[in-house]
Structure formats: structure tokens, C-alpha cells
T-cell receptor, first 117, second 113 residues
Framework: DTAVSQTPKYLVTQMGNDKSIKCEQN?????MYWYKQDSKKFLKIMFS???????INETVPNRFSPKSPDKAHLNLHINSLELGDSAVYFC????????????????FGPGTRLTVL | DQQVKQNSPSLSVQEGRISILNCDYT??????FLWYKKYPAEGPTFLIS?????DKNEDGRFTVFLNKSAKHLSLHIVPSQPGDSAVYFC????????????FGSGTRLLVRP
């Protein structure tokens, strides 16, 4: 019973394609996130949703669109894939709670390695 | 502009000895700090955290120290075990930034048997 799961684990695709990565958490958390780990191994926040509301939207190309059908799911759709999109994408969740930093302990999924050829 | 820095990309220690991983930050608004451990092909796993109102937090073999005046924190692992070999990420958040975590670049720890 995985707490935060992502599918697929590996994704290899051609430039210009559109792809989606799915994320689900069964922890009952209110907040979910997408992070990108680039070739230099930095983990950078992309988006965050709290109870299906977008609360963090970093400087990310608008080819990336998150979608949260309910608070247990946060999917990432990427249009017109480019070579530079190749990275490992991590989904995470936390209990959240504005002003309550202790609720920001985030639980991560196993990652999706995206390779754009 | 890196707000959270881990200047040592790697560290090697003997089993049973102490491992000390360091992290520096620049944003004085950070009020909560976390350490994550990551094995290859897995997601980061939460290890230990500390609020800015404390200077030390301990959990078993893991202790995090925070020096606010120096904007520095460290993770001590005593005694180190081969299973501790992983990449350790330091992360920080500020109360006014919603739930955003800013991560360092990680330190790869190798514990030699």
C-alpha cells in the first residue's frame, strides 16, 4: 500500500509529443506537489495544489499543465515535449496547513524518469 | 540564486563513526528545515526536521543542529551504518511562502564497512 504512487515509472517519447504523468496519494493529505529533478540533481518545485486549488505555480513553461481531479490525485500533462524536459519528475504530498510549517513534511513518490528523444 | 546550499557533494566515513552533513541558507525568512534521504531510483524520504525556534532536534541516531545566526544547519548520524549510504538533501521553507520547499543540491554519503 504505497503512500504516494506515480505512473509510469519510465517514459520515453519523441520530441513534440504530448504525455501525462499520474500521481495518487492515500495519506489523506490536503496538498500535493510536482517537482523536477534536473541533470544537476536539483529538486525544484513546479506546482502545488491544496484541496484542488493551485497555490504554487513556479516559472514553468505553459506547456506544463497540472490537473487535480480531487485532493488525492495530481496529474501532470506536458504538451509539445522538448529535449530539455528530460528529467525525473517527483510527486509529493503533505498535510499542508497555511502557517503551520510542521505540516510541510512532504512525502514523495518514486519518481518518473522522462526521456525525450 | 541558490538559497539552500550543500557545498560538499560527497562524504565518505567509516562504519561506526560520525557522519556530519552540512547545509547553509541565505534567506532569513526560512523558519522550518528538513533533511531528506534518497536512495537510487526512489523518491526522497523524510528523515528529520527542525523549527527555527529550536537549535537541536534528535531522533535516534540522527540529530539536526540549527545555528540561525550563521544560517547553518547540520545533520549528525551516530553511529553511521552502511545502510545510511544515500544522497541527503537539506530543504527549507518560509511561513509566508505557502508550502514551498527549497532544496539543496544534495550530499552523497558513503559509509564504508
Amino acid at each position: 500500500d504505497t503512500a504516494v504512487s506515480q505512473t509510469p515509472k519510465y517514459l520515453v517519447t519523441q520530441m513534440g509529443n504530448d504525455k501525462s504523468i499520474k500521481c495518487e496519494q492515500n495519506l489523506g493529505h490536503d496538498t500535493m506537489y510536482w517537482y523536477k529533478q534536473d541533470s544537476k540533481k536539483f529538486l525544484k518545485i513546479m506546482f502545488s495544489y491544496n484541496n484542488k486549488e493551485l497555490i504554487i505555480n513556479e516559472t514553468v513553461p505553459n506547456r506544463f499543465s497540472p490537473k487535480s481531479p480531487d485532493k488525492a490525485h495530481l496529474n501532470l500533462h506536458i504538451n509539445s515535449l522538448e529535449l530539455g524536459d528530460s528529467a525525473v519528475y517527483f510527486c509529493a504530498s503533505s498535510q499542508g496547513g497555511r502557517g503551520e510549517s510542521s505540516y510541510n513534511e512532504q512525502f514523495f513518490g518514486p519518481g518518473t524518469r522522462l526521456t525525450v528523444l | 540564486d541558490q538559497q539552500v546550499k550543500q557545498n560538499s557533494p560527497s562524504l565518505s566515513v567509516q562504519e561506526g563513526r560520525i557522519s556530519i552533513l552540512n547545509c547553509d541558507y541565505t534567506n532569513s525568512m526560512f523558519d522550518y528545515f528538513l533533511w531528506y534521504k534518497k536512495y537510487p531510483a526512489e523518491g526522497p524520504t523524510f528523515l528529520i526536521s527542525i523549527s527555527s525556534i529550536k537549535d537541536k532536534n534528535e531522533d535516534g541516531r540522527f540529530t539536526v543542529f540549527l545555528n540561525k545566526s550563521a544560517k547553518h544547519l547540520s545533520l549528525h548520524i551516530v553511529p553511521s551504518q552502511p545502510g545510511d549510504s544515500a544522497v541527503y538533501f537539506c530543504a527549507a521553507s518560509a511561513m509566508d511562502s505557502s508550502y514551498k520547499l527549497i532544496f539543496g543540491s544534495g550530499t552523497r554519503l558513503l559509509v564504508r564497512p
